[in-house]
């Protein structure tokens, strides 16, 4: 397997991110969920009456895990604080 999308990613490219009716989508589903495993960028899908969006299920569960750890106090600090510390100074043991 790959290695594990960032949220940081998918939200640089929702805003330029591939659109398609659901007329088209539904002529090339297949391809088209293959080309979002692949790529890891989400795909909008137009219709009618409303608009979703196509994302794979590992990137799904990556933003809802960014947006579950984001909403614990102190997380975002914690993590900030994490990505600064060089990987050499960083301990083994888990604080619990």
């Known amino acids: ?7 940081a990613h ?5 805003l ?3 659109t398609v009716t659901a007329t ?3 002529a090339d ?3 088209l969920i293959d080309a979002t495993l692949a790529n890891h960028e989400p ?3 137009t219709g009618k009456r409303g608009n979703a969006v196509l ?5 799904w569960r990556a933003i809802q895990e960014t947006l579950y750890l984001l909403n614990i106090p102190g997380m ?12 050499e100074d960083c301990s083994e043991d888990i604080d619990l």
């Open 1 to 7: 397997m790959g290695e594990k999308p960032c949220l």
């Open 55 to 59: 994302v794979s299920e590992s990137d």
């Open 43 to 45: 795909v909008q899908i």
């Open 76 to 87: 975002r600090d914690s993590i900030v604080e994490g990505m600064k510390t060089r990987i």
């Open 10 to 14: 998918a939200i640089t490219h929702v």
């Open 24 to 26: 088209s989508a539904r």
């Open 16 to 18: 330029g991110m591939k």
């Open 29 to 31: 589903f297949y391809n």
